[in-house]
């Protein structure tokens, strides 16, 4: 059986026939031209190195099919892995209530099936708070770490192709949990969730987490006039002066190590308003901080590498030595692309939040409404809104430098995050040119912004 991991975590462990069955079933529902060619049967026992061909051949079909807009959106590619989960980890379907936190650490229980996938978790959370149908969209699931100082170390967004209560209950760890968050970036949505009474009260709970756990800058005056309007009860008044304050509507992620601007600086990430934000600590103590918008980002893509070592690693091998990296090549001024490396276990969810942030000002480019833009279900099927479909892929990309020091290079965990393809390379030594990202709300750098 392979194993099929998501994010580095287990999600399921798969026969190669039961991989061959799915790509039939989507061979028939699709047609042999969309979907990419699969590993073919062989008659006589693979040696160890077939093994490990066919591995890595299963893997980047997985990965490819995952990628296309139809295909990874698909019923039958999304329903193949939760069934494929569920039977992995052994749990029986069944009712169970499943706790789901907010983020005033206020617990909302709801009843469901343990086979229910995200958005039947997420709908029933709607319903036990009584949030409008309407706005259910604006809001996610999400992965997190309770820290040991109550704040939250978020770890990925739940995904369409998973069971949310077997994904945390299989983690054996009470330290995870799922959250409920506002799903969008353009602080000018709020208005839309502002409307109604729970949906306030879900934006106002999240404003007021945010800046005790100082995600939101706020300098004395400021406090004293959020004091003011909390003890007013004045929520709408409170949200639109926090909107106006730094760092509003952003993610804050752990401490982690860049590469700019020089190696092994310690870096804060937040992700938010189109951008990465970078507060780095650079060797000489000093703390500079600059931002890199999403527009000016050609290409990103996310890598999981051991370092060459020989010898046993510690108490638990391998484990401690994979390291998740995001790098992304940005326009740093008119004719000079630069990669920069952010080396952090939250790498994923940095991808993931760079996806949205590109899907939400596509579709705002396209004249598209966010209520649009959330996927509704049409007869059982997640369906992606228009103007994502029509999204043509953009052309190759050139592999990141190939001078940097050696690693082993483990497949990169691409699995859960909506790619655009990008046509294969054909050239043997380029290492994965099909693991980028393309960004195609890519904007050049004009004369006016120099």
């Known amino acids: 059986a392979y194993n099929i991991h998501v994010n580095g975590v287990l999600h399921c462990r798969v026969r190669y026939s039961q991989l061959l069955g799915l790509h039939e079933q989507l061979r028939k529902e699709y047609g042999a031209n969309v979907v990419p060619a699969f590993p073919p049967k062989k008659i006589f026992t693979l040696t160890p190195a077939e093994v490990e061909q066919r591995r890595e051949q299963l893997e980047k079909y997985m990965q490819a099919v995952r990628q296309d807009p139809t295909l990874g959106g698909s019923e039958t590619f999304n329903s193949f892995l939760r069934k494929a989960q569920q039977e992995t980890q052994q749990i029986p379907t069944e009712e169970v209530v499943l706790e789901v936190l907010l983020s005033n650490g206020q617990k909302v229980k709801v009843t469901i099936l343990t086979s229910d996938q995200t958005e039947d978790v997420l709908e029933a959370v709607a319903s036990k708070l009584d949030l409008p149908d309407d706005l259910v969209g604006y809001f996610s ?20 192709f998973e069971l949310p209560y077997v994904s945390v209950t299989s983690l054996h760890n009470p330290e995870f949990r799922i959250i409920l968050r506002k799903s969008y970036w353009d602080s000018s949505y709020d208005d839309d969730v502002m409307e109604h009474r729970v949906g306030l009260n879900l934006l106002y709970a999240q404003t007021v987490s945010d800046i005790e756990h100082g995600w939101i800058l706020v300098n004395k005056e400021q406090h004293r006039q959020l004091k003011s309007l909390q003890e007013k009860v004045s929520k709408k ?75 046993p690693s510690g108490s638990s091998p ?98 859960s995050v909506s790619l655009r393809g990008i046509s294969h390379s054909s050239s043997a030594n380029d290492v994965g040119a099909n693991d980028f990202h393309g960004n195609y709300a890519f904007e050049g750098i004009g004369d006016e912004d120099l």
């Open 318 to 415: 391998g484990k401690s030595e994979v390291k998740l990296e995001l790098a992304f090549e940005y326009l740093m001024s008119k004719d000079r692309l630069q990669w920069v490396t952010i080396t952090s276990p939250q790498a994923i969810m940095l991808s993931i939040c760079l996806q949205s942030m590109v899907d939400e000002l596509m579709v705002k480019k396209s004249g598209g409404s966010i209520r649009k833009m959330f996927r509704r279900r049409v007869n059982g099927a997640l369906r992606r809104s228009d103007s994502q479909q029509a999204v043509k892929s953009p052309p190759l990309l050139d592999s990141p430098d190939a001078s940097r020091e050696p690693m082993a290079k483990l497949s990169s965990k691409l699995t």
């Open 141 to 160: 699931l999400f992965l997190v770490r309770e820290t040991k100082d109550g704040a939250f170390s978020f770890v990925r967004k739940l995904q369409e």
């Open 237 to 311: 008044e409170f949200i639109r002066l926090a909107q106006t304050l730094k760092y509003y509507g952003y993610l804050k992620f752990d401490p982690c190590i860049t590469d700019f601007p020089e190696k092994g600086c310690h870096v804060v990430v937040s992700a938010g308003n189109n951008e990465l934000n970078f507060q780095v600590r650079l060797p000489s103590e000093q703390i500079k901080e600059g931002s890199f918008k999403v527009t000016r980002m050609r290409c990103w893509r996310v890598t999981s590498s051991v370092p060459m070592s020989n010898g």
